[in-house]
C-alpha cells in the first residue's frame, strides 16, 4: 500500500513570493506517477502539475516547478510569485502506473496555502 | 467540456434515512471514480469504474453504500440508513482509459447528517 505525507498543515505566503509545498510517499512500486492538485475554497479540485517517475527532469507548468527526488522519495511543489488566486488546499497524490491499484490516487492529508496582500 | 457534474452540491438528511447522489463525467472519459473527503483530510478512494463495470469498491465501502454506472455513462452513489460517521464530501472523478490520464474532479456532494 502506499502512503502519503503532506507535513506542513498550513503555510503563508506574501503575494509575489515563492513557497515551497513538501510531500513524501512511500511505496514498493518502481513506476508512478505523482499529482499536485489545488482546491480552492469550496470549488473543485482541479490538476495543478504531474511527474512521471522514471522522468529524471522535474516537470513545470508555468510558475509551478516540483522537485522529484525518487531516492529520497520526496516531491515538493515550488510556486514562484504567488499570487492572491493560488490561495487554496494544495494536495499530493500518488498513482500507480501498474498493476491492479493504476487507477486509483493515494492523497495527502493536504497544506492551506495563504498568499497575502 | 462542461467538466463532471454532481448532484446536488449538498444535501442534509436525518440519520437513517437513504440519500443518492449523482455523477455525469466528462462525455469521453470511459473511467469514473467516487472518493470521500472528510474534514481536514485529503479525499479516500471509494470505487471505481470502467465503463459499466464496477472494478473494485474500497473497504471504506460498507454494505450501506452501493454505487452503479448504467450504460457507463453517469453514475449513482447510494448511501443506505446514513449514520453521523458518513458526514463527508463525496467527489467524482473520470479520465480517460489510459493510464496516464490525469483524473478530473467534479465539485462533490456535501453530505450533512444531523
Known amino acids: 500500500a502506499q502512503t502519503v505525507t503532506q507535513s506542513q498543515p498550513e503555510m503563508s505566503v506574501q503575494e509575489a513570493e515563492t513557497v515551497t509545498l513538501s510531500c513524501t510517499y512511500d511505496?514498493?512500486?518502481?513506476?508512478?506517477?505523482l499529482f499536485w492538485y489545488k482546491q480552492p475554497p469550496s470549488r473543485q479540485m482541479i490538476l495543478v502539475i504531474r511527474q512521471e517517475a522514471y522522468k529524471q527532469q522535474n516537470a513545470t507548468e508555468n510558475r509551478f516547478s516540483v522537485n522529484f527526488q525518487k531516492a529520497a522519495k520526496s516531491f515538493s511543489l515550488k510556486i514562484s510569485d504567488s499570487q492572491l488566486g493560488d490561495t487554496a488546499m494544495y494536495f499530493c497524490a500518488f498513482r500507480a502506473l501498474n498493476g491492479g491499484s493504476n487507477y486509483k490516487l493515494t492523497f495527502g492529508k493536504g497544506t492551506l496555502l495563504t498568499v497575502n496582500p | 467540456d462542461t467538466g463532471v457534474s454532481q448532484n446536488p452540491r449538498h444535501k442534509i438528511t436525518k440519520r437513517g434515512q437513504n440519500v443518492t447522489f449523482r455523477c455525469d463525467p466528462i462525455s469521453e472519459h470511459n473511467r469514473l471514480y467516487w472518493y470521500r473527503q472528510t474534514l481536514g483530510q485529503g479525499p479516500e478512494f471509494l470505487t471505481y469504474f470502467q465503463n459499466e463495470a464496477q472494478l473494485e469498491k474500497s473497504r471504506l465501502l460498507s454494505d450501506r453504500f452501493s454505487a452503479e454506472r448504467p450504460k457507463g455513462s453517469f453514475s449513482t452513489l447510494e448511501i443506505q440508513r446514513t449514520e453521523q460517521g458518513d458526514s463527508a464530501m463525496y467527489l467524482c472523478?473520470?479520465?480517460?482509459?489510459?493510464?496516464?490520464?490525469?483524473?478530473?474532479f467534479g465539485d462533490g456532494t456535501r453530505l450533512s447528517i444531523l
Open positions: 511505496t514498493s512500486e518502481s513506476n508512478y506517477y
Open positions: 472523478a473520470s479520465s480517460l482509459g489510459s493510464g496516464n490520464q490525469p483524473q478530473h
